[in-house]
């Protein structure tokens, strides 16, 4: 199997490559919590040394794998009805971007190039998904109808963009860039339009994540010294740190109904899935196994 990565592709280098090292013993969840009725989390892993995308509920109980293929499949984002979930896969050959059924039936890929494609977000009326690519030279910002249809490019630089996140009524993508030549958080209109910076320090700024109501994005950042999870305002005022250990905290999410924030943490030895309260108080572990456990994604 052809798989062609950028070295520039630092998001993938930063926080998926290392997943692929570790094998896994046993799968157990642990750490329950009082999750959003009828929430899940979808997540990708390393359990038979293949990365492959799982579900489970909010609070850690009832995993299922969805994937199986012997392929890379990475970057889970759900569909607004929940039906669905997109992913980046290197099944067709290269890291393209696939949907699947939520139950793992149907899997097709909506993407056909030989360059990264990655990343993907469902728009929250299910019409679009933003995605990055490097089909024409570096990681730029994309949009494409659910289907697949009408792929555009919505970022033209000379700088990686990753991470496309649409904002809960659609108008705008968040997304990080090291345009300012560290990684930093911009947001933009959804047709590309009016790119705002909205942190600016030496360190790198990663993963942006909207609260439910819009008011407020959640991210990564090593501005401390090591990654830790952070909060602002939209407009990048009022950033405030969430979490403090001396390991990583990263890949952040916020569930739909506002009580929880889900995110990736080293803390206890291996990457796993966490959640905490949106003021970064009442930390829970969601998995507990030998494997890395990446990019939680909250059902909408």
């Known amino acids: 199997m052809k798989l062609k990565i950028s070295p520039k592709n630092v ?8 997943s692929m090292a570790v094998l896994i013993l046993s799968f157990t969840a642990c750490g329950k919590e009082a999750g959003p009725p009828g ?13 492959e995308i799982y579900v489970m509920d909010a609070d850690g ?4 794998q969805l994937t199986d293929n012997g392929a890379w499949n990475v970057a889970p984002a759900w569909s607004p009805d929940g039906s669905k979930i997109v992913f980046s896969s290197s099944a067709p050959g290269y890291l393209n971007i696939c949907v699947i059924n939520s139950d793992g039936t149907g899997m097709i890929n909506l993407t056909n190039t030989a360059a990264t494609d990655g990343d993907p977000d469902w728009s929250p009326d299910g019409s ?5 690519s490097e089909r024409d030279g570096n990681p730029e910002i994309y949009v494409m109808d659910a289907d697949g249809a009408n792929q555009t490019r919505l970022t033209d630089n000379d700088a990686n963009d990753y991470v496309p996140i649409w904002s809960p009524d659609g108008s705008k993508i968040a997304y990080h860039s090291d345009a300012d030549d560290d990684f930093e958080i911009y ?8 790119q705002v910076q909205l942190t600016a320090n030496d360190a790198m700024d990663l993963s942006p994540a909207w609260s439910p109501d819009g008011s407020q994005i959640i991210f990564s950042s090593e501005r401390d010294g090591n990654f830790e ?26 569930s739909a109904e506002n009580n929880r ?5 080293d803390r206890d030895g291996n990457s796993e899935i966490y959640s905490m309260n949106p003021d970064g108080s009442d930390p829970k572990r969601l998995t507990d196994n030998d494997a890395d456990d990446f990019w939680p994604a909250w059902s909408r």
């Open 128 to 132: 679009k998904i933003a995605f990055s």
């Open 229 to 254: 999870i952070y909060v602002m305002d939209a407009d990048g005022a009022n950033q405030t740190r969430l979490t403090d250990n001396s390991t990583r905290d990263i890949k952040v999410d916020w």
């Open 187 to 194: 947001v933009m209109d959804a047709d590309g339009a009016n």
């Open 11 to 18: 998001l993938l280098v930063l926080l998926t490559v290392a």
């Open 261 to 265: 924030i889900v995110f990736v943490s």
């Open 39 to 51: 929430s899940r989390i979808a997540f990708y892993s390393n359990p038979d040394g293949n990365n």
């Open 61 to 64: 109980t009832n995993l299922t």
